[in-house]
């Protein structure tokens, strides 16, 4: 466009196209890994009408790639290395140069490819990252020195590889004197929590009361152990508008929180004594067992509970339960129906103990029911029969306490027990039920355990299991928190955990690494951890002691880190395992028979179909190109973990056949794809096994290492599990 001195104005067009007769590709992988053995293309085209004739050359760092071809290799004074092959470009026709490497050092490769003809040039350059080969590792150790009185000890041995980098090992060992720091960190979750329906209500002070009971009765001063931080005040729920620092332990507030909870818990009580979710709700057997099972517990240790409230609340259980023909209700054979028939038991038991109903021993009693329940305890789970255990040894019959020891001892028979970390646990982790939450049914079982079987040796175990298994402070929802809470107190009232007065010391290989001393004034105080320097873990391997002194259990914990460079880098990992798998998928055509009819005769015709069949790939086999390769990831959890990372480096020749990141559905809902690894991110991981797959397509010759599988929970750093490594080649 322009304009000339009169003013004219003119507008011009051009079309220019331009075309690149000889032109020079370089085929490379996305990245590179340490001690990768892969082959590079460079492919030279002529568009000309009539062949020509020139050089290729690639230029490359000698420090980071060994050529691994026939050619001769010249080099300068830069460090770099240069190729060149002679070349015959055929009129319209191309020619490709395979040039073979290893990959001998770690940091950015720069290649620089460049083709001379006598008519035309061309040249490419393209920088390529080469990742270390190897894993930052973690090995745990976690147990519990749990003889209450008198000196003990408990040790753990591991192993440092010779391939690791000194400078990143590192010991941390974690010393607690009792599960109520725990217990007292989750408090504050069931206070604030913001709704009200009656579970929250109930939950949210009969805990708080009944810790706060314990504390006072061995004599700890509640004033010490106060939030550190200004909390929210549920509105209306302490009777003001306003926002004040909540001391959960200040007398005055427990006081106004017993006043108001009974309060609100009265008012949302039915006419005929029974309580459902929410004020006005038909009345639930079990929020309504709920109820009184939770007030009967703080009744018990002092805390004033109206009895009227109470007696109400259990002889509505007494109507619904009690009289039935339970051999003609067929449909109470079934779960849930039995699972809440124990609730009613526990919480009419307890209230008969208390003596705020009778239990009567004749046919229109409370024993029929409980003889009922034994009869069907096989399908009870765990969580049942620590109800029903519980119920039977509050009985006055004799026989029923024989039969309480009878359901403790098949506890270990239902979902869950003892797992491979040490830990003992029940349930199922993943249910969100009133009768098989792994959570709850964890808690009841301590317990029943406690109280019926306290000699249990696997009863620290069970407390380990729950203490592991918190989401930050506190578990999954309020009736889950609270159960734990009420349950670690019966657990700290019959140990004496509370009156703790130990030292401990901390032995690495025989030599003191560091000391620990706590008593019952320091105890919500004190934190025990105790760091090893690197240059104490040498390569080899090595065992950690821990001696305590004095009154009370010691919980401890410990993490090894390093990074290890071993070949292969076995597999490893705390409270989470993983195992990585890879096959080839083959496309073929099987012969399938199916009948039709026709004319009202029955034909059988033989068709064909596709099916994808898994070939399992061993370390170090080799695939074509093109191939495609699913990789297979199994992953263990001890526990179910929120906020999970899984990720799967891939190995350099190869590309995932998906192409977009996003969510992907299931378990392990949203993936990300990167150039160099597959990341996975689980909002919530669940107990047990679990699967995922990925599927990539093999595109560049070569021998390509992988590293580890790598699995962490985000927020709980120390939760983390590696597969091993392997080699994929290609040709």
């Known amino acids: 466009r322009g304009i000339d001195s009169q003013g004219r104005t003119f507008e011009a067009r051009v079309q220019l196209r331009t075309r690149r007769n000889i032109r020079l590709r370089l085929a490379t992988t996305r990245f590179l890994r340490e001690g990768d053995e892969v082959v590079f293309s460079l492919v030279a085209s002529n568009q000309f009408d009539a062949a020509v004739s020139g050089r290729v050359h690639l230029d490359f760092p000698l420090a980071l790639l060994d050529y691994r071809g026939q050619a001769s290799v010249e080099t300068d004074n830069s460090k770099r290395g240069s190729l060149s092959f002679p070349v ?31 008519r035309e040039s061309d040249g490419i350059e393209r920088s390529l990252s080469v990742l270390p080969y190897g894993l ?24 440092i590889p010779e391939l690791s980098d000194p400078e990143s090992r590192s010991l941390t060992v974690d010393l607690t004197p009792s599960a109520a720091i725990a217990l007292i960190e989750s408090l504050p979750y069931l206070v604030r929590y913001p709704y009200g329906c009656v579970e929250q209500t109930l939950n949210r002070f009969v805990p708080a009361l009944v810790v706060a009971e314990l504390l006072k009765e061995t004599g700890v001063d509640l004033t010490e152990i106060l939030p550190e931080r200004p909390a929210q005040i549920p509105v209306g729920f302490w009777g003001h508008l306003d926002e004040r620092p909540l001391e959960l332990f200040r007398p005055e507030d427990l006081s106004h929180l017993l006043e108001v909870g009974k309060s609100k818990l009265q008012r949302a ?8 979710w929410w004020r006005g709700y038909d009345g639930d057997p079990y929020i309504t067992a709920l109820v009184v099972e939770h007030l009967c517990t703080a009744k018990e240790i002092g805390v004033p509970i109206d009895d009227n409230v109470l007696r109400a609340g259990a002889q509505w ?11 003609g209700e067929l449909d109470i054979y079934e779960r849930p129906g039995i699972e809440e028939l124990t609730w009613v038991t526990r919480a009419l038991l307890h209230a008969g103990r208390l003596q705020l109903i009778p239990i009567n021993d004749d046919s229109d009693g409370l024993y029929p029911l409980l003889d009922f329940l034994y009869k069907v305890r096989d399908r009870l789970g765990a969580q049942g029969k620590s109800l029903f255990a519980l119920a039977l040894h509050d009985s006055d019959r004799g026989a029923d306490h024989e039969r309480a020891r009878v359901l403790i001892g ?33 808690a009841w079982a301590l317990r029943a355990l406690i109280e019926i079987s306290p000699e249990d040796d696997r009863i620290p175990r069970v407390v380990r299991w729950l203490l592991e298994n918190r989401a930050g402070s506190h578990y999954d929802s309020t009736r889950s928190t609270a159960t734990v809470a009420l349950a670690l107190t019966a657990y700290l009232r019959k140990t004496g955990e509370l009156d703790c007065d130990l030292s401990a010391e901390v032995l690495l290989d025989g030599t003191s690494v560091g000391t620990f001393e706590v008593d019952r004034k320091s105890l919500f105080s004190k934190r025990g951890r105790i760091t090893v320097p690197a240059h104490l873990l040498e390569a080899g391997e090595h065992t950690v002691e821990i001696h305590r002194s004095g009154n009370g259990p010691l919980y401890w914990s410990s993490m090894v880190e390093f990074y290890s460079r071993e070949d ?8 989470v395992e993983i195992a990585r798998r890879a096959y080839r998928l083959v496309d073929r055509k ?4 199916e009948k039709y009819i026709r004319e009202g005769q029955t034909i059988d015709r033989t068709v064909e179909e596709w099916i994808t069949e898994r070939q399992p790939l061993p370390e170090g086999a080799v695939v074509a190109a093109g191939d495609r390769v699913l990789v297979e990831i199994e992953v263990l959890s001890a526990n179910t973990f929120r906020y999970v990372k899984l990720e799967n480096p891939k190995p350099a020749g190869f590309e995932t056949v998906a192409s977009q990141s996003g969510f992907v559905g299931g378990v392990y809902g949203y993936r990300e794809l990167r150039d160099e690894k597959v ?12 699967k995922v797959e990925i599927e990539l397509r093999a595109e560049r010759d070569g021998r390509f290492r992988i590293v580890p599988a790598t699995i962490e929970a985000m927020y709980l750093p120390h939760v983390r599990g590696n597969s091993t490594s392997g080699t994929l080649g290609i040709d």
């Open 88 to 118: 015959d470009l055929p009129a319209k026709g191309e020619v490709t140069f395979d040039v073979p490497f290893a990959v001998t050092g770690i940091g950015e490769v720069h290649l620089i490819a460049m083709i001379a003809t006598p």
């Open 136 to 159: 930052e590792r973690l090995l745990g150790g976690a147990g519990i020195v749990a003889d209450i009185d008198g000196p003990s000890s408990d040790s753990w041995t591991f192993a």
């Open 269 to 276: 009580q039915n006419g005929d004594g029974s309580w459902g």
């Open 317 to 327: 259980l007494v109507r619904h339960a009690v009289g039935r023909d339970f051999d």
């Open 410 to 442: 098949s506890l270990y028979d239902t979902e869950g027990g003892q797992d491979r970390f040490g830990t003992v646990h029940f349930g199922r982790n993943n249910a969100y039920s009133w009768y098989d939450h792994g959570v709850e049914s964890t």
């Open 568 to 575: 292969p880098v076995p597999a490893g990992g705390n409270r």
């Open 590 to 593: 099987v012969p399938r028979t």
């Open 679 to 690: 990341v996975w991110f689980v909002s919530r991981l669940p107990e047990g096994p679990s």
